[in-house]
């Protein structure tokens, strides 16, 4: 079955530095979706990208989907304590109308 | 919008005991999913509704797990009997058909002892 895996499993970064989570697909993707799960809290909807090679941005967040649609990247700019949280990227692939959660990035941001 | 609904939110039950749990989801939305998310992992999905039809249900361990939504709307997720390992938080959450964000509930946090 399908495979999303996401690196690293854990990242500590100091306020104020990047931060950039992978995640790779064992299967070409129909489109890929970011969640964001703080602390205690639940998922929640970030982004969905569809196209080859798309890359959109929110703020300090660029998300990129690869060229094959079989990997994709968040990367956060100047990290702020309020990105704290868990990142999880989701796939689904072809007609599949499964979506299949990576394992997530937890992300900790020193102040 | 209020959003998707779920309860219990705690719920500790000794091994081999039953418990349920209820849903209801984003009003218009047909399509529901019922996801167990393990401490450290991602959610995995345990089945997928769209209306009152079952979409997906290939992860759901059926010996112990069965879920309903019989009128298309609220659902519930019974585990029967529990063991150790269901120990999790069991998210809810739906969709609209012709969008693909999903909503997730709060979710409803399990222990087994």
């Known amino acids: 079955g399908q495979q999303v895996m996401q690196i690293p499993q854990y990242q500590h970064v100091q306020e104020g530095e990047d931060f950039t989570t992978y995640c790779n697909s064992s299967t070409t993707l129909s489109n890929i979706q970011w969640y964001k799960q703080r602390p205690g809290g639940h998922p929640v909807f970030l982004i969905q990208?569809?196209?080859?090679?798309e890359v959109k941005k929110q703020k300090r967040l660029t998300f990129q989907f690869g060229e094959a649609k079989k990997n994709s990247s968040l990367h956060i700019t100047a990290t702020q304590t309020t990105d704290v949280g868990t990142y999880f990227c989701?796939?689904?692939?072809?007609?599949?109308?499964?979506?299949?959660f990576g394992s997530g990035t937890q992300l900790t941001v020193l102040p | 919008e209020a959003g998707v609904a779920q309860s219990p939110r705690y719920k500790i039950i000794e091994k081999r005991q039953s418990v349920a749990f209820w849903c209801n989801p984003i009003s218009g939305h047909a399509t529901l999913y019922w996801y167990q998310q393990i401490l450290g992992q991602g959610p995995k999905l345990l089945i997928q509704f769209q209306n009152n039809g079952v979409v997906d249900d290939s992860q759901l361990p059926k010996d112990r797990f069965s879920a309903e939504r019989l009128k298309g709307v609220d659902s519930t997720l019974k585990i029967q009997p529990a063991k150790l390992e269901d120990s999790a938080v069991y998210l809810c959450?739906?969709?609209?058909?012709?969008?693909?964000?999903?909503?997730f509930g709060e979710g409803s946090w399990l222990t087994v002892v």
């Open positions: 989701a796939g689904r692939s072809g007609s599949a109308r499964q979506l299949t």
């Open positions: 990208l569809v196209k080859s090679g």
């Open positions: 959450a739906s969709s609209s058909i012709i969008a693909n964000t999903i909503y």
